[in-house]
């Protein structure tokens, strides 16, 4: 078995940043990625508030800078889907679908992934009108009406690019008030094509096989309305990825895992960086910094224990 001073799984900013510093203080370091370096920020269009881009700067490109960073250093990549920790600072063993790594620190950086809403049919009506992705999926509905659910900065992100692509857009909203960015909120309700639909929950997805209109039902009156939409877009919050960390590591009620300022779990030798984090701030910039201290951490942790 390979055993590295230093496992970063998850190749995001938090966990590129942290094997880079890592890496750079002279450690072994292995780095898992799913598929693609990058993580979220791949599915985002463009990072307006990252530093050094006052013009902003598309996802992908960013993602690109990240990953080119790490190219010609010395850190192991695998692709494989690590599924559990075990053991103790200084030995651990990562079990992966590529068999055991052992590891002297794990950085846990593993993002997070969309919320479902939890209606009925959603799962079958994913990828038949149902997304939870607008760069992804977006293109499909060129010219369709489509619907987006949600408040927070990535509902207003995606119905900022969404608009410009779809005809008419519903953006639903359970409160009268958005949780998103404000500079969002004035350019959504510029939009001509975008209908803000408040106070109002989903309440049903219809069609089959295909998505052909959704129900929505007012939060003031109990009214009900269809909505005749090819595409939802959800976008109600996130959940960690956090499955393969030990119970041992404390988690705050959303399941996020919680460390002190120094990124370090309840965990001795398991620390995390970025969305997988019980944080207030979850921004490309801040999965960075998080990164950034989790390697320092992790590196006196590895001098302390003469590693
Ligand atoms: P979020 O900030 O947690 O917002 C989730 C939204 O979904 C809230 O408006 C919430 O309503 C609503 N919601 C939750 N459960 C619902 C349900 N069952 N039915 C209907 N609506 C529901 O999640 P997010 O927008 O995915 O963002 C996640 C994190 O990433 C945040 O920290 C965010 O700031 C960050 N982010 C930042 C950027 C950026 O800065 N450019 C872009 C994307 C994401 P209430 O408001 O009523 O609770």
Redesign the pocket.
């Known amino acids: 078995m390979d055993t590295f001073d230093a496992a970063v799984v998850g190749a995001g900013p938090a966990g590129i940043t942290a094997a880079l510093y890592l890496v750079r203080s002279g450690r072994s370091v292995i780095l898992f990625e799913k598929l693609t370096p990058g993580g979220?920020v791949l599915l985002?269009d463009a990072?307006?508030?990252y530093p050094g881009f006052p013009k902003g700067i598309k996802g992908w490109e960013l993602a690109d800078a990240f990953n080119a960073h790490l190219e010609g250093l010395a850190v192991t990549r695998s692709t494989a889907d690590v599924t559990g920790i075990a053991g103790q600072a200084g030995a651990f063993e990562l079990a992966t679908s590529a068999g055991p790594v052992g590891a002297k620190t794990v950085v846990v950086a593993s993002g997070?992934r969309?919320?479902q809403?939890?209606l009925e049919g959603e799962d079958r009506l994913r990828g038949r009108g149902v997304s939870y992705c607008a760069i992804c999926d977006g293109n499909f509905f060129r010219g369709l009406p489509v619907a987006v659910?949600?408040?927070?900065?990535?509902?207003?992100?995606?119905s900022l690019y969404l608009s410009k692509i779809v005809s008419k857009l519903y953006l639903?909203?359970?409160?009268d008030?958005?949780?998103?960015?404000g500079v969002?909120q004035d350019r959504i309700r510029q939009c001509p094509n975008v209908e803000l639909v408040l106070s109002s929950?989903?309440e049903s997805l219809n069609g089959d096989p295909d998505l052909k209109s959704v129900t929505v039902k007012s939060r003031k009156d109990g009214s009900t309305r269809e909505l005749a939409v090819d595409g939802l877009f959800v976008?109600?919050?996130?959940l960690p990825n956090a499955e393969f960390v030990p119970e041992a590591c404390a988690r705050d009620k959303g399941g996020f895992l919680v460390t002190d300022v120094e990124m370090r779990t309840s965990v001795p030798g398991i620390f995390a960086a970025g969305?997988v984090r019980s944080?207030?701030?979850?921004?490309?910039v801040t999965a960075a910094g998080d990164g950034a201290t989790a390697a320092q951490a992790a590196n006196l942790l590895l001098e302390e224990l003469h590693a």
């Open positions: 979220q985002t990072m307006e508030n997070a969309h919320r809403l939890g659910v949600g408040g927070g900065n990535s509902a207003l992100e995606e639903v909203h359970r409160r008030e958005f949780r998103g960015a969002y929950t989903v976008f109600v919050g996130t969305d944080k207030l701030c979850r921004q490309v």
